[in-house]
Nanobody, 127 residues
Framework: QVQLVESGGGLVQAGGSLRLSCAAS????????VGWFRQAPGKEREFVVA????????AYADSMKGRFTVSRDNAENTVYLQIDSLKPEDTAVYYC????????????????????WGQGTQVTVSS
């Protein structure tokens, strides 16, 4: 079982950047597909991006393409989410989630596909 801890959130002005980290425990992190989701106040949790176990394949929500960049360092058991040109509407709690990869390296976008979740990190963007 993997445990996830997000960090890197904070208060930033519009136009700024943040890099969020998702640190995982356990020696088998490299076999997990990892997704990033976010949840704004009063809204449902939404998919941002996911990355396969090797980092070779990524899948972004259409609305997240261009300003969001995911990467992973399996040697460090960490997945990163770089967010550039932040907007007030990016204000949300950002969560990372993980699932055991399958042989097809499917990259699901639904919250129900990820059994392991971190506690989230707050990102607040001021205008």
């Amino acid at each position: 079982q993997v445990q996830l801890v997000e960090s890197g959130g904070g208060l930033v002005q519009a136009g700024g950047s943040l890099r969020l980290s998702c640190a995982a425990s356990g020696p088998t992190f490299r076999v997990y597909t990892v997704g990033w989701f976010r949840q704004a106040p009063g809204k449902e949790r939404e998919f941002v991006v996911a990355i396969t176990r090797s980092g070779g394949t990524t899948a972004y929500a259409d609305s997240m393409k261009g300003r969001f960049t995911v990467s992973r360092d399996n040697a460090e058991n960490t997945v990163y989410l770089q967010i550039d040109s932040l907007k007030p509407e990016d204000t949300a709690v950002y969560y990372c989630a993980a699932r055991m990869s399958d042989i097809w390296d499917i990259v699901p976008r639904g919250t129900n596909s990820y059994p392991y979740w971190g506690q989230g990190t707050q990102v607040t963007v001021s205008s």
